[in-house]
């Protein structure tokens, strides 16, 4: 696949509720993603990522003014616009992974990740054109016009995606009771769930519903998703 094809390729399907309710649609490239995101994290708008493993994102914008020059009443109007990832970040593989994780680790150094005839240059390590072109293609590295190679938000979320996999385990308990005649057993207690990430965190708390335990293991990952927006 030719440099430009994958470079161009879209990100995002993005929906605006404008603030009249206008709705509209529109694609956007990863590029185009990052810098509406970017600066919406710089105008101090909201940027939400959804719990779950879509990989959708929220931004909101709100304005609050006088309804008009000389009137004394106030509204609040809010425009939202609704990323919804082309390539669904479930996809990403641990390879690749591994790969986004190469290119994000020479960011902050005097020698960021390049493309050079399709290979993506990146510290000591490189990826094949193939696997880089795969990629660009969905959205998760970008390259700017100097060359550089990056990590997109797109990427980055699939990373955190990856990182933070929720698990529930399950233990059942047991306790030591004495019968009417003195005789003293174990008999099974109630089953306590346990809320676990691929990351290696560890609730100490039990969970008495299954429930619970999911939703604490979600918190957790959403967690360090919204800390990519901060």
């Given at each position: ?13 993005a929906?605006t ?7 509209s649609?529109?694609p956007?490239?990863?590029a ?8 919406a ?5 909201k940027?939400?990522p ?20 000389t ?8 425009r ?10 479930r ?20 020698s ?21 072109a ?6 998760w ?7 550089t ?9 699939a ?17 030591e ?8 057993l174990?008999?099974?207690g109630?089953?306590?769930y ?17 429930a ?6 979600r ?12």
């Amino acid at each position: 696949m030719p440099a430009t094809a994958a470079t161009v390729a879209h990100a995002y399907q993005a929906r605006t509720t404008d603030y009249d309710g206008a709705v509209s649609e529109r694609p956007l490239t990863a590029a185009e993603a990052d810098d509406l995101i970017a600066w919406a994290i710089v105008e101090k708008d909201k940027v939400v990522p959804d719990p779950d493993r879509s990989g959708r994102l929220t931004i909101t914008r709100t304005i609050t003014g006088w309804t008009t020059a000389t009137g004394t009443d106030r509204r609040t109007l809010r425009r939202v616009v609704r990323l919804e990832p082309t390539v669904r970040p479930r996809r990403l593989t641990e390879r690749q992974y591994q790969d986004l994780d190469l290119v994000a680790g020479q960011e902050d150094s005097s020698s960021p990740a390049r493309r050079a005839e399709g290979r993506v240059h990146a510290g000591f390590g490189s990826i094949p054109p193939a696997a880089a072109a795969r990629l660009f293609t969905a959205g998760w590295l970008i390259e700017d016009p100097d060359g550089t190679v990056l990590v997109s938000f797109a990427g980055r979320v699939a990373m955190v995606l990856h990182q933070h996999r929720t698990e529930t385990g399950h233990m059942g308990t047991h306790k030591e009771i004495t019968r009417a005649d003195g005789v003293r057993l174990w008999t099974s207690g109630i089953s306590l769930y346990l809320a676990r990430c691929s990351c290696g965190h560890r609730d100490d708390h039990r969970y008495e519903e299954q429930a619970a335990a999911q939703a604490a293991s979600r918190a957790h990952r959403a967690e360090h998703l919204r800390a990519l927006f901060a």
